[in-house]
């Protein structure tokens, strides 16, 4: 089978770019391992809502239509969204098909999948960064009785046995995990590294409204210092909960979390945590700050300080004197530890000689340097919301350009290539 | 790399620019980022003994320092010793306090601060009956490190306290300390 371009991966990512191609008449295929919206369907757990309003479920050419543009989606929700964004843009979607290789052949991609082979010009990699659990090294020394989840096996507090739970990691996923297994009646303890710590509601907005209006979600990935750390820095402390309460290490160790530093190590059975709890907790404070001084001074700037309430800042986070180093995992009182330490993407399908010595694509805000390959949907790829349902759309609106034009200047070339054989 | 804002360039005394550039080179050519640091120790007498520094690993090639540095270090009189030095636990606070506040001065220095004074008090608690076997369970190190840091600077509290957090980040003995570390010991 033949395209021009084939796009793989039916999320959002893939979806938005779909419509900048169709919009740019460029005549494609959507490749789906499963079903539209896939990940959000079969790798979430049962309570997660989205971190980001209605309101900001903006996806080229459609947005939110509903009576509770504040309110946070459920997961069902999420997926009915992205399921009509499909059907409305009339996306070509081939669901069931699961990619086993793209490589080069010719000038362009062959697309090797389980329902036949696309050969194409260029390809839309818009497979997610989110396939695979990341998990430390450090877990082959957990004693084998104690049962382990990754947040993508993880779906409810119901599944866990009843007993103290370790979770590792303090981002999204896992100050989230940790509030509902604590809130269930299971002792929770969770390892703290880096983090990023905001409030949900800053001066009686939400606070993606501020990093909305004050053009934070905009900056564009080559106008920051340091990419590479941009890129890499942690999901925000955040819960779309209907009381919009915010989520912090504060809020958790006011339910009776337990907070220790990050899992440095297991040796014989006992956790060893880093000392560094208190830095860690300090940097978060201190970054949570500057983007709160930022958005005062934008809205100092933009005279909105009479719509919304007075600037103020929270409570520093509160870390007890000397947090514990040691944590026995075969006493008993751990019956289940959770990873939740990130996610990574699934390349072993790329057959392409595209990725550094980590595993990752090289490229440039998402133009990948093997030519008419396109990356789309990571985090700041080009822009800070790039990862967003409401981000993802404006890098497909400058991807899509950047290949409407590398596919004219192939057709260009062909032409000029034919007109000289022809003349000869 | 940086471009100061302030009319009088900030100058901590540390080149910045050569930081970043090694940084760049270095995340092209990893390997010569593997170095390996040695020290070697001659005991002197009673409860003295002498470290010395000189060579180490580093860029892909073997380097020297400009000079042969020596520690010596005892245990004081308390502990029946002669003091002729410091007791290596206090050389280790030593060691955390130059490490931090080099990269204090260093990350002050990317972010455009000028300091006037840096000064740090380190304390650290410890037990000792862990180092006489007199209790099992009481660990031999230090049960806590407190440092604190007095720094004049241009700069507004919570952004000196940004770089002091961010020199924490980014210190190998903060690390070292914090964090456990395999330690292996021959004899030949």
Redesign the interface.
Known sequence: MRTTTVVIGAGQAGLAMSWWLAKRSIDHVVLERGEVANSWKTERWDSLTLLTPNWQSRLPGYGYQGGDPDGFRTMPETIGFIEQYAEVISAPVRTHTKVISVRSRGEGYEVVTDQGNWQCETVVLATGACNIPVVPAVAEAVPPAMKTLTPIQYRNPDQLEEGGVFVVGASASGVQIADEIQRSGRPVTLAVG?HVRVPRVYRGKDIKRWMDASGVLDQRYDEVDDIVRARNVPSLQLAGYTDRRTIDLNSLTRIGVKLV?RL??I?QGKA?F???LR?VC??AD??M??LLDTIDEWARENGCDGEVGPPHRFEPTEVEE?PPLLLDLTSGRIKTLIWATGFRPDYSWLDLPVLD?KGTIRHDGGVVEAPGLYLLGMPFLRRRKSSLIDGVGDDAHDLSAHLASYVRGKAVKTREVHARFSAG | MTTATTEKPVNNGVNVEALFGAREALTKA?EAAQFKWRASCEWVKGTQSRSTVDSFYGLGAEQKHKTKFTFDSDHPEVFASEDAAATPVEIVLAGLAGCLTAGIAAVAQARDIQLRSVKATLEAGMDIRGILGADPDVRNGF??IKVTYKIDADASL?DI??VV??S??RSAV?DI????TNVTVEVK
Do not use: F, V
Request: charged letters at 25%.
């Open positions: 880096e530093g440095a190590g040796n060893q880093s000392g560094s830095n300090a940097l201190l970054k700050i500057r000397s010595r | 990893p049960d806590g919570d306290k940004a957090a961010q924490q980040k903060y300390i914090t964090n456990p």
